[in-house]
C-alpha cells in the first residue's frame, strides 16, 4: 500500500504550537535535550541493572531473591528502554550527537536491534500513529483486534481476558522473532527497510549474539538449564509486559482516533499534529514515581508531537500544549491515574472484540 498523505492547512495548528514551545527554551534559557538529572537517572538505572544481573549470574542467591531479582530486572531493562535508548534513540537525551548514540545503541545490547527500532518506532509509528496497515505497534494480527478496520475472528472476543498473557510475551518474541523477520523479509508491515550497508548487518547478527551470550548461554553455564530457564522467563515476561502496557495505553484506549485515508486521494483527513492529538493518550502525569519509571511516557502527547524534547521538559510543555488545544478546539486526552487508563484499554478491547 501506498503511505497515506495528511491534509495541508494553512497557519496551522502544528506552526503555532511550535512556535510559542520554542518562545518557552527561548524563554527560560534551557536546551530542549536531557539534563543532569536524566544523566544521573541513567547511572542509576545502569547501576542497578549490573549489580542485578552479577548477583544473578555470579553469586546465585535463594529461590525466592532469584525471582524477585528477576523481576526487578525485568523492570528495569523496561525503565532503560524508556529512559535511556528511547531519548537517545530521538535525539533528546543529549546536546552530543556521540552520546545520543551511544544511548541509542543500549537496545542492541539488550536484545533488540537499533536499526529495526529507528524505522519502526521513528519512522513509522511517530508518523502514522494509529493508521492500520502502517504502524507496525497496531498489527498483532490474528492474534488482536486494534482497529475496526481489521478483520474480526472468533478468539477476539476474549482479547480483554488474554492479553496479559500476550503482551507479557513481547520481550521475548522481540528479540527471538520479531527483529528477524523484519530482517529477512526486508520490510515492516506494509513499509519497506531502507537499505542496510554493512555495518548495520553486523550489528544486527554481532549484538544479537552478544545479547543471546549475555542472556542465554553464560547464565546457563554458570547457574543450569532450568534455573536460567525460570529466571529468564520471569525476566523477559517482566519486561515484556511493561514494555508493551505502557506504549498500548497511549494509543489503543476508548477515545484514540484510528484513521483511515480517503480511497482516491490518500490522504487523510487532519493535519499531522492534529493527528497526534487525536491517536494519543496521556496517563498519571500527576504521579511522579510513573513519570520518573517511565521516562515520561505517561506524557504521550507531549512526546508525540515533540519527539526531538527530552522527556524531563513535557511537564512543562504540556501546559502549553493543553492552553493550544484549548484555544483551538482540541480535545486532549488523558486519564488522570494508571488504573483508569488500563480500564479504557480493556473496554477498548472488548469493544473491538465485539465489533
Not at 53 to 60: D, E, G, N, R, S
Request: proline share 2%.
Amino acid at each position: 500500500m501506498s503511505l497515506p498523505k495528511f491534509a495541508n492547512v494553512s497557519g496551522s495548528f502544528h506552526t503555532e504550537l511550535k512556535k510559542r514551545i520554542s518562545d518557552y527554551f527561548e524563554t527560560v534559557g534551557k536546551s530542549t535535550t536531557g539534563n543532569l538529572s536524566l544523566f544521573m537517572k541513567a547511572g542509576i538505572l545502569i547501576a542497578v541493572f549490573v549489580f542485578i544481573y552479577i548477583h544473578l549470574v555470579f553469586f546465585t542467591p535463594n529461590v525466592f531473591f532469584a525471582i524477585l531479582e528477576s523481576v526487578v530486572l525485568g523492570c528495569v531493562v523496561a525503565a532503560i528502554g524508556f529512559n535511556i535508548m528511547h531519548d537517545g534513540a530521538h535525539g533528546s537525551f543529549s546536546k552530543y550527537k556521540w552520546l545520543n548514540h551511544v544511548a541509542a545503541f543500549s537496545v542492541n545490547i539488550l536484545g533488540g536491534n537499533s536499526f529495526m527500532w529507528n524505522m519502526k518506532h521513528n519512522i513509522i509509528h511517530h508518523a502514522y500513529t494509529n493508521v492500520d496497515g502502517v504502524d507496525d505497534d497496531i498489527d498483532i494480527k490474528p492474534w488482536m483486534r486494534m482497529s475496526q478496520t481489521q478483520k474480526k475472528y472468533k478468539l477476539h472476543k476474549y482479547q480483554h481476558f488474554y492479553f496479559w498473557f500476550l503482551y507479557s510475551l513481547l520481550y521475548i518474541f522481540w528479540i527471538f522473532v520479531l527483529d528477524y523477520q523484519k530482517y529477512f523479509k526486508s520490510r515492516i508491515g506494509s513499509v519497506k527497510l531502507k537499505k542496510m550497508n554493512l555495518s548495520d548487518h553486523l550489528v544486527f547478527w554481532g549484538f544479537k549474539l552478544f545479547n543471546a551470550f549475555l542472556f542465554v548461554f553464560l547464565p546457563i553455564y554458570k547457574i543450569g538449564f532450568v534455573d536460567w530457564l525460570v529466571g529468564f522467563i520471569i525476566f523477559s515476561c517482566v519486561a515484556g509486559f511493561v514494555l508493551s502496557i505502557v506504549f498500548q495505553l497511549a494509543h489503543t484506549v476508548e477515545h484514540t482516533s484510528f484513521p483511515v485515508a480517503d480511497v482516491k486521494t490518500g490522504r487523510l483527513d487532519d493535519e499531522w499534529a492534529v493527528h497526534q492529538l487525536k491517536t494519543t493518550a496521556n496517563f498519571a502525569t500527576n504521579n511522579k514515581l510513573v513519570s520518573w519509571l517511565v521516562g515520561g511516557l505517561n506524557f504521550q502527547i507531549e512526546h508525540h508531537l515533540f519527539p526531538k524534547i527530552s522527556h524531563v521538559h513535557y511537564p512543562a510543555i504540556s501546559k502549553i500544549i493543553r492552553q493550544a488545544c484549548q484555544e483551538y478546539g482540541l480535545a486532549y486526552i488523558e486519564y488522570p491515574r494508571v488504573r483508569y487508563a488500563v480500564a479504557s484499554h480493556v473496554a477498548f478491547l472488548r469493544q473491538m472484540g465485539k465489533r
